[in-house]
């Protein structure tokens, strides 16, 4: 791993372990109501923290994998994205939401930030800043190695989303099996008829037939990622995976259903199945 990898990976680690560390707080700290579900000063300053670094997180993984003529030109740009990268949960009021870009074009906010989330959300975006200000080519040797995980630039995004809607008329809004659009043959499941070991059975399969290292993951709301192709998750809400052959895909939708296409994950999950027949292509969500 070199410098700036040590760098990015550094950052990485920062935002996930700081991340946990305002969810843990925030789940034992929150002092609001579930019903009616209201927050209190102190939620208001413990949640936006974590969706902070969240946001942050994102913008760090942006860069995985970039190029940078310097050490300090790679730092320079990780405390822009701690200092500008926003997301639908730290930009201030919906006269802010052109600052997702395109992004602002599927979703909606109402109200406002208040003052304890905005001071929250600066606090992180600062203490993120004095961190990566505080490395030097010595501080990051001793990181440990982080799976290849990149958020695509928009332009990517949309490339990927092209050949998806071409391959397998997949949109981005619901597809197989609550809306019938795959040109090709699928196959669903209830997720609750998928055991760990059916689940481990196709991710290994998925991992031996991939012609890709990397793989796409698809979501809802437009963030979407690169991931090296060991981190494959069909536990999905609302996304689609593939890889750049755009042969084969599993989507998971908000109802607990997969769907499968493509030839041999169809042969697969009918192996896997072959004495569970009345359990494919079965709707019987309660």
């Known amino acids: 791993m070199t410098e700036i990898e040590a760098l990015i990976t550094k950052a990485r680690r920062y935002c996930n372990e700081n991340h946990s560390y305002w969810v843990n707080k925030y789940q034992n700290e929150r002092t609001g109501t579930d019903i009616p579900y209201t927050y209190t000063d102190n939620d208001y300053n413990l949640f936006p923290r974590y969706n902070a670094l969240s946001t942050i997180l994102q913008g760090v993984e942006t860069i995985v994998?970039?190029?940078?003529?310097?050490?300090?030109?790679?730092?320079?740009?990780?405390?822009?994205?701690?200092?500008?990268?926003?997301?639908?949960?730290?930009?201030?009021?919906?006269?802010?939401?052109?600052?997702?870009?395109?992004?602002?074009?599927?979703?909606?906010?109402?109200?406002?930030?208040?003052?304890?989330?905005?001071?929250?959300?600066?606090?992180?975006?600062?203490?993120?800043?004095?961190?990566?200000?505080?490395?030097?080519?010595?501080?990051?040797?001793?990181?440990?190695?982080?799976?290849?995980?990149?958020?695509?630039?928009?332009?990517?995004?949309?490339?990927?989303?092209?050949?998806?809607?071409?391959?397998?008329?997949?949109?981005?809004?619901?597809?197989?099996?609550?809306?019938?659009?795959?040109?090709?043959?699928?196959?669903?499941?209830?997720?609750?008829?998928?055991?760990a070991l059916d689940k481990s059975e196709i991710e290994q399969t998925i991992k031996a037939y991939s012609k890709s290292d990397k793989l796409f993951v698809i979501t809802e709301d437009l963030v979407d990622y690169e991931i090296e192709k060991g981190l494959i998750d069909i536990d999905l809400y609302e996304s689609i995976i593939c890889d750049n052959t755009f042969e084969w895909v599993v989507y998971g939708s908000h109802e607990s259903t997969t769907a499968f296409g493509g030839k041999f994950l169809i042969d697969k999950v009918n192996e896997l199945y072959s004495n569970r027949k009345e359990q494919l292509n079965k709707w019987d969500y309660v």
């Open 65 to 195: 994998g970039k190029d940078f003529a310097t050490f300090d030109n790679c730092k320079d740009e990780l405390k822009r994205i701690g200092a500008e990268t926003h997301s639908i949960d730290t930009i201030e009021s919906n006269k802010e939401l052109h600052l997702l870009g395109k992004l602002s074009n599927y979703f909606k906010k109402s109200g406002k930030l208040n003052k304890i989330e905005i001071n929250a959300i600066q606090d992180e975006r600062l203490k993120f800043i004095q961190f990566i200000t505080e490395q030097t080519t010595e501080s990051v040797l001793d990181v440990e190695p982080l799976p290849f995980e990149r958020k695509l630039t928009q332009e990517e995004s949309e490339q990927v989303r092209v050949r998806l809607l071409k391959s397998w008329n997949f949109d981005g809004d619901y597809w197989e099996p609550l809306d019938n659009k795959s040109p090709n043959p699928t196959v669903f499941l209830m997720d609750q008829k998928i055991t």
